[in-house]
């Protein structure tokens, strides 16, 4: 039967690319999805498009190509423009080259296997790049975004965290990601995909991860500037390599209850109060709750 590798949510980091690359090699896939935030929340989105779209793997968007090309095309609030928590957006969006700009202009919102029927790759829901679909839903919630398309095979990424459930009507993957994984295993994540053999049959799902050099991303931060230049946000993003964590929309949130502008100056005082990997629905409850 086919094979069909689902990689997604590369977010601008090579070395983590190039493991899952390798990895293909063994694996042998007769085709390759790419899901879409291959930019994004990380130094080398021109390099990962280039890597990508050499080998003419069909791709979807994500919210992360959105925001870029939004900031390219100067569509944002005038503080976007020079606040100092979006300065790590304004270097991403000055890194994409020209023709990778272009690119992304053109990715579809959602597409199905060719080599397989059955499957649909979406990067958030089917309604959506800006929702995820983890693995906190219910079976329910699962069917309601499984309903939604003609497959039975329906596939995402997006919240960084790799899911396979089998529900009624078929089954539900989140692919996980391969440049920043939420959690808590810090390999490059992505899956491979093959068919039951018979009609109705359901789908064999592995989710697989591949160890890669993080220092060497972790040294692209500094080698680029991104992380002097990028500002607070910069900063967040590299302690969530590091976790394999969220610590951004965290540290956003906390700001925000607080009333004030995120700073970097209070990035430590943050971390006192939040460890990186813990849930985040009791963090903010006490959050909202205090
Ligand atoms: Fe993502
Ligand atoms: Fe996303």
New binding site residues.
Partial sequence: MPKIAVL??IHGNVPALEAVLEDLEAVQPDEVLVG??LV?RGPQGTAVVRRIAERGWRTIR???EEYLLTFRHGNVPADWLHAAEWSAARWMASELGAAEARWIETLPFSIASEAAPGLRLV??TPRT??E?IGPWLSDRRLGEHLAEVEESLLVC????RPLHRRIDGGQVVNVGSVGLPFNGDRRAQYAVLEPGERPGEAWRVELRQVPYDRERILRIYDETGFLAEGGVTARLLRLELEHAAPVLVPFLKWSEVRGRRPEEAEVGTFLELYEPGEPLGPFFARLFGS
């Fill in positions: 997604s949510d879409g935030d994004g994500g919210n992360h990067h958030g790049t800006r995820g990424a997006h919240t960084h």
